[in-house]
Structure formats: structure tokens, C-alpha cells
């Protein structure tokens, strides 16, 4: 199978994610090409089986090229075998406030591209503290204790479960 991945990232863990994802297709012996939003605008989804559109959530919306991206091959990737992957830190949780703000971010990308996922995927992201600046950095530390989060500012933290990502695309893909 032929699959494109499309992602769009801010500190760069949905790149991460998106390479993972990469690999692993390829380890069941896909062929992937991978491209950041901004360098697909041209892309023909005609030579592809299967695409996964991948980006994360930064207050409450994605990032503007993965929007546009979306929005210009809404038709085509409606017609074909395409998921959304959402990643943020709210999939790390189960608070049900936060679930219901990432059901709010999907729906709202789905009304401004005009593409409705037929498969979605939340993946929790990561508290990237080295790519933050000093606001940044403090506005996360303040969200991570009001989750009950131990994080060290100095340190990144990955929340990603990189085995359920696995065994999410391989349900998929049928592999």
C-alpha cells in the first residue's frame, strides 16, 4: 500500500509521531513518503491508497498549513482511505472537560476545511520544554500542576503511548 503523511508541527513532536508512524508502515512493508503541510501543497493524493493527516492542537486550533492543506484537497482525501491524527497533551488525560475541547478543536477543523475524517486518532503529545521560551515554559509548568503533572522544566517529557500508536495503525491499515 502507498501512503502519504501529511503533518504539521509546532515544537516538533507531531514530526516525531509522524516519522514513527513512517517507520513502522514501512516496517509492514508500505511504502510512505512523509511531508510537512507546507511542502504538500501540490501533492497528488490520486498516487496514494491511503493518507494520514497529522497535527497538533495549540490553543484550540491547528496549525494554519495543515489547515490549508486540508481545506485545498478536502475532496479528495474525503473520497479516499485518509485519518486525522490530533496529537496534544488533553489525549494524555481522561478529563472529560478536556475531551469535550478536543471534540470542539476536530469539529471546528472539519467546518473550516470541509473535511470530515472518517477515521480519527487523538495521540497525546509531549511537554517540550527545550524548544519553549520562558513564558511558555511557565504557562506549561502552571497547566502540568494543575493536571497533577510532575514535570521538570528542564527536562522534556513524552506522554505519547508508543505501543498503542502501533496497534492503532495497524487497525488501520488491516495489518
Known sequence: MKILIVYASTEGQTRKIAQFCADHMMEQSHSVEILGAGDAKDVDLGRFDAALVAGSVHAGRYQKPLVK???RQAEKLNGMNAAFMSVSLAAAG???EDWDGLKECVARFASKTGWSPPKLFHVAG?????EYDFFK???MRWIASQKGEDVDPHVDKEMTDWAA?????DNWLGT
Open 94 to 96: 481522561d478529563d472529560a
Open 69 to 71: 492543506f486540508a481545506k
Open 126 to 130: 509531549a511537554f517540550r520544554f527545550t
Open 137 to 139: 515554559s511557565w504557562a
Open 165 to 169: 500508536l502501533k496497534s492503532t495503525l
